[in-house]
């Protein structure tokens, strides 16, 4: 919008009867707008108008009065307006929301969220006790929010989560049973769940897909089961059976002979001939619940028995993801098993398996070294023939060297 001739090209600057300065501006749609704040001098005036003029051409302006809409209102919209969330990832962060977010960010308005602020949430997070995997969760929704208002609203000009490493969690390492560990598991919980601890190792499956096969999904003949539906539970509702985790949780998983043959006689003594017959349920007939695997099978008790008391049900689908990593499958195998859209679970799972055989490697090469250095000094430091290693009489021993210098074992 042009001025009178002598003034300001873009927008306009006018004296307040405070003596204070006031900028108005036109927006990208035509509408005039202020300024947020006033300005004790007209040159901070002329040099806001500056730069909005900047940010309107390089089309980055953010419309000022949008961005005054409180964090906690918006995340909730934020929530509400996601199609694809499955129940209990509404519920995660309906809870991460109301319990580590809004009560320390909830009232502040969009447009002054700075990356210091989001520094000092987080911080006081951590110092209040939260694990720093539960603050990353909490940073993870906070950005993802924040995100949209950048992209999609344009509210806000960049993401102030810009906080590096804040995003990543530090769990502790799950343990990883040994087959016979597995199988010893599988003889000692009741007859009724041996299969279920077996087809959930060996089928690498999470816990809401194990408990929502029915008879129709396992085909003993060609020794597969059909993952199509998973059991999710939702707080006031119960149980909710509705499609996998991701779109590649809808996948078919070979069993091992060894196990299908277990999972024949379950069906045969435990299941009923109906085709949407649940494979695994109580001994009333109904769905396993989560909470209640605990008395149904001695679950502690058990664990203890075998030498891993810290092992919770999700660590059997992590013991057959290591399994199966450690077959030589490739990436793309990997996460048709595990049922992942992302490499980047299966890249963990094979990059712990490359560095398991590169300490297999060096075992093996300190082993034989020590074999070498025992045998020598068995015989003397003589070699076959009864000789001196070393070669021509005063010439020097050769080393264990390698034709490249390197030390051979």
Wanted: net charge positive; hydrophobic share 35%; charged share 25%.
């Amino acid at each position: 919008m042009a001025n009178k001739e002598g003034h300001r090209r873009f927008g306009s600057v006018r004296k307040l009867p405070s003596g204070r300065y006031q900028a108005r501006y036109p927006g990208p749609d035509g509408q005039m707008r202020n300024a947020p704040e006033t300005f004790a001098r007209k040159s901070d005036a002329d040099r806001y108008l500056t730069l909005v003029e900047a940010q309107i051409a390089r089309h980055e302006w953010t419309d000022p009065t949008r961005a005054k809409i409180k964090v906690a209102n918006y995340a909730r919209r934020w929530i509400d307006q996601r199609p694809n969330l499955r129940p209990r990832t509404v519920h995660l962060y309906g809870w991460l929301l109301d319990k580590h977010i809004v009560p320390y960010l909830g009232g502040t308005e969009l447009g002054r969220l700075d990356t210091p602020m989001v520094r000092d949430w987080r911080a006081n997070l951590l110092g209040n006790g939260v694990s720093v995997s539960m603050a990353a969760k909490a940073y993870r929704l906070l950005r993802a929010v924040l995100m949209t208002a950048v992209k999609e609203d344009m509210i806000l000009p960049r993401n102030p989560c810009r906080i590096p490493g804040a995003d990543q969690e530090k769990p502790a390492e799950r343990p990883v049973l040994t087959l016979a560990q597995v199988f010893k598991l599988a003889d000692i919980v009741p007859p009724r769940y041996r299969a279920l601890v077996l087809v959930t190792t060996f089928g690498c499956l999470r816990w809401g897909e194990v408990a929502a096969l029915q008879r129709q999904d396992v085909d003993t003949v060609t020794g597969t089961i059909r993952v199509r539906q998973a059991y999710t539970e939702q707080r006031g509702v119960g149980l909710v059976l509705g499609p996998p985790k991701s779109r590649a949780g809808r996948r078919t998983i070979t069993l091992p002979p060894a196990v299908v043959a277990v999972v024949r006689d379950h069906l045969a003594a435990e299941v009923d001939d109906n085709p949407e017959a649940l494979v695994f349920t109580t001994e009333s007939g109904r769905p396993i619940w989560r909470g209640n695997l605990n008395k149904l099978i001695d679950w502690k008790a058990n664990i203890s028995r075998i030498g891993q008391p810290n092992l919770h049900f999700h660590d059997l689908r992590h013991t057959g993801n290591t399994l199966a990593a450690q077959t030589g499958a490739s990436t793309r195998d990997l996460m048709a098993r595990m049922g992942h859209d992302s490499p980047q679970a299966a890249l963990i799972y094979q990059h712990a398996t490359a560095e398991a055989d590169r300490a297999i490697a060096q075992a093996l090469h300190e082993a034989v070294r020590a074999d070498r250095k025992k045998t020598r000094k068995a015989t003397g430091g003589k070699g076959k023939s009864g000789k001196k290693a070393g070669g021509k009489k005063g010439g020097k021993r050769p080393t264990d060297r390698d034709e490249a210098g390197g030390e051979r074992p």
